[in-house]
């Protein structure tokens, strides 16, 4: 049996917890609802996947290739919460009580430094569980990669492996997902979708023609407002394809000694989830 990479979306655990929790403060006055939340999805990730290697991606606050590409990319996006930058540096905290090592890399998104991770992990023989709060590392599913995120707010979670892929969104393929999130698009990240085009259309007709070209190339058998709707968004539907297309050539590398879990300083911990009265 093959060793297991936990890869961790910090950013997107992060704030998951920070949204899907109540205000929770401490005696002194510390919020640490965000790290509660991230602090007992990792735990219980531990508990279910039980790997032997992990690893923590996060985001840099910097712009990214896709901000320069499009100027757009994110821009509805609110500004990060003043009491959540603090609970960012507690996760961190959390992280190396741990030994679990930070991979970030200036220029790209954690998304892509997972993608990056996974890639070298599964030429090293290894199987990868990405842990995460959002869909958007779906394309990473391989047969050596699956996907554990949240759901219902944050309790419970759910693993996606391809044929759990195929079975929620009309038989996909994992890379067939970019195409699918091109048509309907993603108002977290300020990618705009086709008018009229959720998630079962969006799936039907990535489904019906594999890919973006074939959509296109058989416009003839959609209504004449769906058709109409395809055609005056073509540009902006193979700009989205490329805005959602996860990166994984990047100069970074996974380090498999640092990612090995071992001994953990226990007292460190105990001190830090008392110090936040968890």
């Known amino acids: 049996m093959s060793d297991r990479l936990l890869l961790i979306d910090s ?3 992060i704030y998951r917890g ?22 007992s999805i990792l735990l219980k990730a531990f508990e279910q996947v039980r790997p032997e290697h992990a690893a923590a991606a996060f985001d840099l606050p910097f712009p ?14 609110r500004p990060m919460p003043d009491d959540l930058r603090p609970q960012i540096e507690r ?11 930070i991979y970030a890399l200036p220029g790209f998104e954690a998304d892509d430094v997972i993608g990056a991770l996974a890639k070298q992990s599964e030429t090293a023989g290894l ?8 869909l958007d590392t779906l394309q990473l599913v391989t047969p050596h990669v699956k996907l554990m995120t949240t759901r219902q707010g944050f309790q419970n979670t759910v693993i996606y492996d391809e044929a759990a892929i195929a079975e929620r969104f009309a038989g996909l393929r994992p890379d067939q997902m970019v195409d699918f999130k091109a048509l309907k698009g993603d108002t977290t990240d300020n990618i705009p979708g086709v ?5 079962k259309t969006a799936s039907k007709l990535v489904a019906e023609h594999t890919d973006l070209e074939g959509v296109y190339a058989d416009l003839g058998r959609y209504t004449e407002r769906m058709r109409k709707a395809l055609d005056e968004h073509r540009d902006q539907v193979f700009r989205n394809r490329e805005q959602a297309r996860i990166v994984t050539e990047l100069p970074v590398e996974l380090d498999l000694e640092r990612t090995r879990r ?15 009265e968890f």
């Open 91 to 101: 996760c961190k905290e959390f992280l190396g009580a741990f030994g679990i090592p």
């Open 262 to 276: 071992g001994p953990y300083d226990r007292g460190k911990v105990l001190d830090l989830f008392r110090d936040l």
């Open 18 to 39: 920070y949204f899907a929790i109540p205000p929770l403060t401490t005696t002194k006055g510390e919020l640490s609802n965000a790290v509660f939340g991230f602090a």
């Open 127 to 134: 199987d990868v569980v990405i842990l995460s709060g959002d």
């Open 64 to 77: 990214t290739f896709r901000h320069e590409r499009d100027a757009t990319y994110k821009a509805t996006r």
């Open 195 to 199: 008018p009229g085009v959720g998630e």
């Open 11 to 13: 950013n997107s655990l």
